[in-house]
């Protein structure tokens, strides 16, 4: 049986553009193609996520900055999307999919961003991949795939809603400590640093 045909509309859904099916496999029933891709193109933006909070970890660290607590909230971000990036290409691999990698470009991260600004930069990244992340499960339910759009829901989408919320916490709290975004940093980022407790990753 083919899979339906249903109108794409453009949206910002991750797609592989160089992706190759592997056909004739038995796990790969009921796995639509289109979904195969999705889930192809979406595995490296979470790739991409990561090497991008690694970045900005690592800008956090140096010797002018040491902001330590902040930057190990970062990397302890940047493992855990990278993680999610494994379970997705896990599943991939379980339904019978393949992977392409591509290269990841150098994330445009300024040498000097401040707690603000990668606060914000983490805000808005997550509130795109909660949008992807509902687009993959309504075009796997579109093409007849209601596991995909479960486990997507339960193991992708659910997690991103209590990081939203600490971000958006962590960004109150740094405006109350005095963080701005003068690129010269300044004592509210030292003091968002000592005493934030909220510096903690979300599972």
């Known amino acids: 049986m083919s899979e339906p045909r249903i109108k794409r509309r453009k949206s910002n859904l991750q797609h592989c ?12 029933q009921n796995f639509p193609s289109v979904v195969e891709e999705s889930l192809c193109g979406v595995s490296n933006l979470l790739l991409e996520v990561s090497y991008r ?6 800008n956090f660290e ?9 930057a190990a909230f970062f990397h302890q971000e940047s493992a855990m999307e990278r993680d999610r990036a494994g379970v997705m290409l896990q599943y991939l691999s379980q339904r019978g999919g393949t992977f392409c990698s591509k290269n990841i470009q150098r994330p445009g991260i300024g040498h000097r961003c401040t707690v603000l600004s990668a606060l914000e930069i983490i805000l808005n990244q997550w509130k795109e991949e909660m949008a992807i992340m509902v687009e993959l499960s309504q075009l796997a339910l579109n093409y007849g795939d209601p596991h995909t759009a ?24 740094a405006r109350r400590a ?7 940093g300044g004592f509210g ?9 909220k510096l903690q990753p979300c599972n």
């Open 17 to 28: 553009e160089s992706h190759r099916c592997v056909v004739g496999s038995q796990s790969r």
């Open 189 to 197: 980022e030292f003091l968002f640093d000592q005493l934030q407790d």
């Open 62 to 70: 140096q010797s002018d900055r040491a902001l330590h607590r902040v």
């Open 178 to 184: 005095g963080c701005t975004n003068d690129s010269t």
């Open 150 to 173: 479960s486990i997507i829901k339960s193991r992708f989408l659910q997690p991103l809603i209590s990081k939203v919320k600490l971000v958006g916490d962590l960004l109150t709290e």
């Open 53 to 58: 909070l690694q970045a900005l970890a690592n």
